[in-house]
């Protein structure tokens, strides 16, 4: 039950976003929230007007830049990886930070200046694992240095892409088109509201990171309601010189157009839950 996790002290919890998945945290926490020990100080959107009839005028933060008035302890970011370029460092300023857009990570500059500033002012950086799968398996894999390679393919409708640069222009091609294969860090920058899941993978396996994690984007005109993730991993050989291996297959449905499917935003309430737990402390953790 939702219930057994209650935060050692009451925590004061912001939302940077509104969007469907901001909605259904913002709903959760003024509902759920006072029995698990959670207040929703704030709630602040780049469009306010979404706001207006469902969020308590109380609540609505007309100005990003005056969170450190609503004392927020933890500041959740479901919006745009922009929001982590443009204001991270400045939320933890003033409380540890939530990442919802882990595919902001992926730029080199964003993630040493949100290092730099969780090490100054003592808060901590969590990342939703989102719809990855087995992401604690990979982490330990990782550490114990049998991770040799690591691949996630996501595939869903084109309707359910957001895609920039050059894969904005890209033509579909018969009913299922690969728009990108490659390191993860390339891949962001150009779908960084459908890269977040490979961003996760990259976090969860520091030995290949950004860099040598292959992130494959594919747009299937089949799945119309459907996120599926393939996730891909090798060891190293055993003694008969066969390669320890694990293939998992995610089905995450999800309505027709929709950027987030239905089972991460229940991960993801999960994960919100979870880093309220955990104690402050600097650096960049998967929650």
């Not at 009839?53 to 933060?61: F, N, R």
Request: charged share 15%.
């Amino acid at each position: 039950m939702a219930t057994s996790v209650v935060p050692q002290v009451p925590q004061k919890v912001g939302v940077v976003g509104y969007g469907r998945l901001g909605q259904s945290l913002v709903s959760r926490l003024l509902a759920q929230g006072p029995e698990l020990g959670l207040e929703l100080v704030f709630v602040w959107n780049r469009d306010p007007g979404r706001m207006a009839g469902s969020v308590p005028p109380a609540l609505q933060l007309q100005d990003l830049t005056t969170l450190k008035e609503r004392h927020p302890d933890l500041v959740v970011e479901v919006a745009h990886p922009n929001i982590i370029h443009e204001s991270g460092v400045q939320i933890l300023r003033h409380a540890n930070l939530l990442v919802g857009s882990p595919s902001a990570l992926a730029d080199q500059t964003t993630e040493q200046q949100l290092m730099e500033a969780s090490n100054c002012w003592g808060h901590t950086v969590f990342v939703a694992r989102g719809a990855l799968w087995g992401t604690e398996d990979i982490r330990r894999l990782d550490a114990s240095g049998g991770l040799q390679s690591l691949r996630v393919t996501m595939a869903t409708h084109p309707d359910g892409f957001r895609l920039e640069g050059s894969l904005a222009a890209a033509h579909i091609s018969g009913p299922r088109t690969v728009l990108y294969e490659g390191p993860v860090r390339g891949l962001c920058p150009l779908a960084p509201r459908n890269s977040n899941t490979m961003a996760a993978a990259a976090l969860a396996a520091p030995s290949l990171g950004f860099d040598r994690v292959i992130g494959v984007l594919v747009a299937d005109l089949s799945l119309k309601d459907m996120h599926v993730v393939d996730v891909e991993l090798k060891g190293p050989p055993g003694p008969t010189g066969h390669s320890f291996a694990v293939h998992t297959h995610r089905e995450n449905p999800a309505q027709p157009g929709a950027v987030t499917g239905s089972a991460t935003v229940t991960a993801f309430w999960g994960s919100l839950l979870g880093c309220c737990q955990l104690p402050s402390r600097p650096g960049i953790h998967l929650c």
